[in-house]
């Protein structure tokens, strides 16, 4: 099982980039995703959740209204759409799948973990 985590780069603040991650190994077309990043000395954070079928999605209120997740369960791939970046948006970010169906902002719910595309937000 491999979630491939691909978009990250260098972009200035207020640009947009779209991070994708794809699923291999086995399918999560039932499955709820995440993402979550973690800047340099910080711990992780929660960013995104979708359910299985995109019918309920969670943000961090750092990043509502700017950071969209959707997902095409037909590619078995999940994306975040990121606009309005910021500097304190520079991170590692990584996507994970849950072994539930409904979206969870919780850490402990994920148990598929990508390797992660870094981001750097310059000012």
């Known amino acids: 099982v491999q979630l491939q985590a691909s978009g990250g780069g260098l972009v200035q603040a207020g640009g947009s980039l779209r991070l994708s991650c794809a699923a291999s190994g086995r399918t999560f077309r039932s499955n709820a995703m995440g993402w979550f990043r973690q800047a340099p000395g910080n711990e992780q954070e929660f960013v995104a959740a979708?359910?299985?079928?995109?019918?309920?999605?969670y943000y961090a209120d750092s990043v509502k209204g700017r950071f969209t997740i959707s997902r095409d369960n037909a590619k078995n791939t999940v994306y975040l759409q990121m606009t309005s970046l910021k500097p304190e948006d520079t991170a590692h970010y990584y996507c994970a799948a849950t072994r539930l169906a409904s979206a969870s902002a919780s850490y402990g719910a994920y148990e598929y973990w990508g390797q992660g595309t870094l981001v750097t937000v310059s000012s």
């Open positions: 979708i359910s299985w079928n995109a019918g309920t999605t």
